[in-house]
């Protein structure tokens, strides 16, 4: 097959974008002495790209709306409002309305906004080739 033959498409490098994400939520989390987890797992990283393409799609949306995603995704999963984060249980505390949140938590959403623009910028679509 030539190049002419060949589909193009335009795709991210998402599994990189997500863990720049993950590792900027991390650092916050360390300078506000927070609890965090180094190696994000399947769920962080399905989160993340959830909030990603919400950033992505929505370029002017505040922490707000980032956060209104969030609760709308986590309660799609069964997730509730509990006092603490038990991914077990699957409760979490911060599974209410963003106005509610302590300022520490509204600061780490709107660090997950900046990262997540900052993501996209770092890593932009590229075409790929595919044979097919």
């Not at 309305?97 to 590229?126: G, H, I, M, T």
Request: charged share 30%.
């Amino acid at each position: 097959m030539n190049v002419d033959e060949r589909a193009s498409a335009n795709t991210r490098d998402w599994d990189a974008i997500c863990r720049f994400v993950h590792q900027c939520w991390v650092s916050f989390q360390l300078g506000a002495g927070q609890p965090y987890n180094a190696e994000p797992d399947e769920e962080d990283l399905r989160s993340n790209r959830t909030g990603v393409e919400f950033v992505q799609n929505h370029p002017d949306a505040g922490p707000s709306a980032q956060h209104d995603l969030w609760i709308a995704t986590r309660l799609a999963d069964g997730w509730a409002c509990g006092p603490i984060k038990d991914k077990e249980k699957k409760t979490h505390p911060d599974l209410v309305p963003f106005e509610s949140l302590p300022a520490s938590e509204q600061a780490k959403d709107a660090c997950f906004l900046l990262a997540a623009k900052l993501a996209l910028r770092l890593f932009p679509e590229r075409e790929v080739w595919s044979d097919e």
